[in-house]
């Protein structure tokens, strides 16, 4: 398994009333971690935090991996959910993490970045602007970090993150082309990602259907406007389609007694129950998906509290009277106009460039269920298509097997294929095991 350094971004970021100049690189004394601010773009500052894995042996010939990860929402931060909920060294109480990913060895507006002044006009509006800022961020910091020159990079994504890991690949590629970034593109890995809004919708009603959450009226509504969403998308009518998916959101969660979306095995709590509300008139979606993280965290005052006492403490660069959130919902609002458009386009042009493509997707979640994905997998153009339907699928195991069967791999040239078993959304939460095995797969590290 792959020894690492681990990038956290809280790329797209929470915003900021006060202005505060991009900040350099701070870290811990033994060097152990490093973060800081770029500022990506005038008045936009993304901040970032680096870890390398404390069994990376430098051996002078062989590079170690570099994994970035990218969170989902959008508008979720990989500093504060993906860091101490998922696949960072510590967790919520501080503890550490046994299945930390470094064992293995974003947009302007999340997490702790932010636009000055709190101008929500600074922010992304698009998955492209996104792309352009967070490849902003990669050149500078390795311009700035000759180790990180010599590291194959990883993008790693989560949820709508594998959006933004996409498009961003494809401009790192182009950055890297003109010698603006220094870096090498290892791979790309998409995790239960909302490639294909269109195709994921379509899979929710029969999902729910064979799993006994929804009988057949329930089946009928949700068939029905997940099909008047896949005729706005074909129509390009995008905002049309957002406030579709929020009616089909709602139908799910009546007709099933409210449905967990990122497992389906259970029940969303009472706090979630409702995830359209009324405010002044408006419709606003309640932001389910950092709610279900935030319900993970152990330590009183959950995740929240943790980020706005000690790590900002820690950090030393946030200002005293920014508050950090569960989420953006203002990132959120953003890039309504590009939620549901699909990237399968850019899945295609990455594995046409010979860049090694891995998806991986949860037997048990709903919002980007394996059906849906499997369904615009069967859409790319890519010529070895054809030959990776036909591959054969490989078992996975952990602890010698005593567990069974943890999940399937399927593989063919630069694409990969893992059905991980036991796990909803959020794999290396539900499933941390197989998702180990995935990563040390997937970076080729010469350290066991």
Known sequence: MA????LLLSAL????????PSAAAIGTADGSEEWGYVEVRPKAHMFW?????PHRVENGTTPWPTVLWLQGGPGASGAGYGNFMEIGPLDTDLKPRATTWLNKDNPVGTGFSYVEGGNTSLLARTDAKAASD???LLIKLYRDNKRLQGSPLYIVAESYGGK????????????IGNGQ????????ALGDSWISPEDSVLSWGPLLYEMSRIDESGLQQCNSIAQKIKAQLKANKYADAEKSWEDLESAVLEQSNFVNFYNLLKDESSDDATTLTLAGGKRVRKEGYTSYLGS???????LDGLMDTVIKAKLGIVPKNFTWGQQSGDVFEALEGDFMKPRIHEVDELLKLGVDVTIYSGQLDLICATKGTLDWVQKLKWDGLKKFNSSPRKPLYCKGGETGTQGFVRSYKNLKF????GAGHMIPIDNPCPALTMLGDITQSPAQ
Request: charged share 15%; no cysteine; hydrophobic share 65%.
């Open 296 to 302: 993970k965290a152990t330590r009183e005052g959950g």
């Open 3 to 6: 020894a690492a350094k681990l």
């Open 13 to 20: 970021a929470v915003l900021l009333l006060v202005l505060l």
């Open 181 to 188: 970034l220094k870096a090498k593109l290892g791979g790309v």
């Open 49 to 53: 935090w680096l870890y390398r894995s």
């Open 164 to 175: 933004f890991a996409v498009t961003t690949a494809l401009v790192a590629l182009q950055a």
């Open 418 to 421: 893992y059905w991980i078993l």
């Open 134 to 136: 967070l490849t902003a």
